[in-house]
């Protein structure tokens, strides 16, 4: 490394050291449980902390180091196998607001992705309307070719965002390869890969031409929901750098009073978030992975509208039916299913017996029904649901996190428009739907109809994997060998390769 930069990656990690220690972040920290080479440091960080630092000192400390370290808070917040319970409620405070940079430089980086003047892409182009670490928003107004007018939000990237992001992240990379390095207790939280997957993370969300293909995306997904909708991409205006969407004119949810003066059900409010959350995850496989209040609105009818789709979640079928299962099972308080589900889904080994994670499972539902309806959570149940797992050697999933996680936030958004409503009520008829539809008459036909056309392209591919296999077996006749093995070998190696050839046929028609 550069000598310069490397004086500056250690000025950048004494000042993060600094910042996290004079919030308090360290005052909790064990001295007993720490390595015995760390202990110095964690007195000196005693000796600096403010004397009352309060609740939410490791959300601050993170905040005031920048945009890099709040992602990063963010995605440990998803994390609780790692940071613990205690930590990720403290990262969960963390917001995602930055002071807004001036018009002239958005205008400079959309003149930059069109090559082209503003005025030839916008008719109006306003001031911003809110700012994250990434990107911020503005109002525009476009002409379209019939010379009608219409209003979009125009989302540009913060500039030399990216330039922050790497230095940070190379800063991170280096932090984490000296702990895994030379602190074996922090080589299980495998700091390394965290980093990793948040760089890769941050440089898709970067990208607003898939973030607006996940816009589009969803909006396909949702465009029969009659209480949902996605503004749609505007994509003559959108590039790596500039996201143009509709504009869309709804009332906030975090806007109580407007709500309330708009006559808007709060409780049928409450109902569709959790409803349209458990609809995309289970019928689509595709949500919203990022869906706070503040990434949504309500129109005058009453629909539920959804921004920002730099964070996306994604379930295949297996994935869909184990959550289905599982909360079906807690619903009904079949928990034998639930086990079973979870040795289907291949999330438990089997040498652990069924019996016996089905009464694990039931130490967590049984609670649940004797309690009323607002002091039942499906984001905690999940939790202890997956703190019961670990215990069976269940391995962490990334997706099954980052739906814990969404569903954590989606919960918190319904309660908060309704404290007393019945999540399972609520529920229920989403789940119940989809399973009846999955494993009835229509869902057993659409299992035929894929199993058919898996058979078609195994046969349309068979002519040519046939013709491979012939090849092979006329090199293998070919090859030199001894005399008196010669024919005896060939043979031998054409059977051979017809078994396999077999074998893979046989694979792909199961």
């Not at 939280?189 to 973030?211: C, H």
């Not at 092979?472 to 396999?500: H, M, S, V, Y």
Request: hydrophobic share 50%; glycine share 6%.
């Amino acid at each position: 490394m550069n000598p310069f930069r490397a004086l500056g990656a250690v000025l950048r990690s004494i000042r993060a050291g600094w910042l996290l220690a004079r919030e308090g972040v360290f005052a909790a920290v064990d001295p007993a449980v720490a390595p015995p080479e760390a202990r110095p440091a964690l007195a000196l960080a005693r000796l600096v902390a403010k004397r009352n630092p309060g609740p939410g000192a490791l959300s601050r400390a993170i905040t005031k180091l920048g945009p890099s370290y709040v992602k990063l808070g963010q995605f440990l917040a998803t994390r609780a196998d790692i940071v613990g319970p205690a930590v990720m409620r403290d990262l969960e405070a963390l917001q995602d607001r930055m002071p807004p940079f001036p018009r002239a430089e958005a205008a400079a980086v959309i003149e930059a992705a069109f090559g082209k003047s503003l005025d030839a892409i916008f008719v109006a182009f306003g001031e911003p309307v809110a700012a994250a670490s990434i990107a911020q928003v503005h109002r525009a107004r476009v002409r379209e070719a019939d010379g009608s007018e219409r209003d979009v939000a125009v989302k540009v990237l913060r500039p030399g965002v990216m330039r922050r992001f790497r230095r940070d992240f190379a800063d991170m990379y280096a932090r984490a390869q000296l702990a895994e390095r030379f602190l074996p207790e922090a080589r299980r939280l495998k700091p390394v890969e965290v980093v990793d997957t948040l760089a890769r993370s941050v440089k898709i969300e970067t990208d607003f031409r898939l973030e607006a293909a996940a816009a589009s995306e969803f909006a396909e997904n949702v465009r029969n929901d009659p209480d949902f909708r996605v503004p749609l991409v505007d994509w003559d205006r959108t590039a790596q750098q500039v996201l143009t969407t509709d504009w869309i004119d709804a009332i906030a949810l975090t806007d109580d009073a407007a709500i309330a003066a708009a006559g808007i059900d709060r409780k049928g409010l409450a109902r569709t978030v959790i409803q349209s959350f458990l609809r995309h995850a289970l019928r689509d496989g595709f949500f919203h992975a990022d869906m706070h209040q503040g990434n949504l609105f309500v129109d005058r009818e009453g629909r539920l509208i959804a921004v920002d789709f730099g964070i996306m979640g994604r379930l295949d079928l297996k994935q869909r039916t184990f959550l289905a299962e599982i909360l079906y099972g807690f619903i009904v308080r079949d928990y034998e299913r639930v086990a079973i589900a979870h040795f289907e889904a291949g999330y438990v080994p089997r040498s652990h017996a069924v019996a016996d994670f089905a009464q694990a499972i039931r130490a967590i539902g049984e609670p649940i029904h004797s309690r009323t309806a607002d002091q039942i959570s499906m984001a905690k149940l999940l939790t202890l649901l997956f703190e019961i797992t670990a215990l069976f050697d269940m391995k962490t999933r990334t997706e099954l996190v980052m739906l814990q996680k969404t569903m954590v936030v989606v919960e918190g958004v319904a309660r908060r428009l309704d404290p007393r409503l019945d999540m399972w009520t609520t529920a229920e008829p989403v789940v119940r739907g989809w399973i009846e539809q999955r494993l009835g008459p229509r869902g057993k036909i659409e299992d035929v109809g894929r199993g058919l056309a898996a058979l078609g392209r195994a046969l349309a591919d068979g002519p040519q994997l046939l013709e491979r296999i012939e090849r092979l077996a006329e090199r293998a006749e070919a090859a030199p060998a001894p005399a008196p093995e010669r024919q005896g070998g060939a043979r031998w190696r054409t059977l051979a390769l017809w078994a396999i050839a077999l074998a893979l046929v046989w694979m792909a028609l199961t």
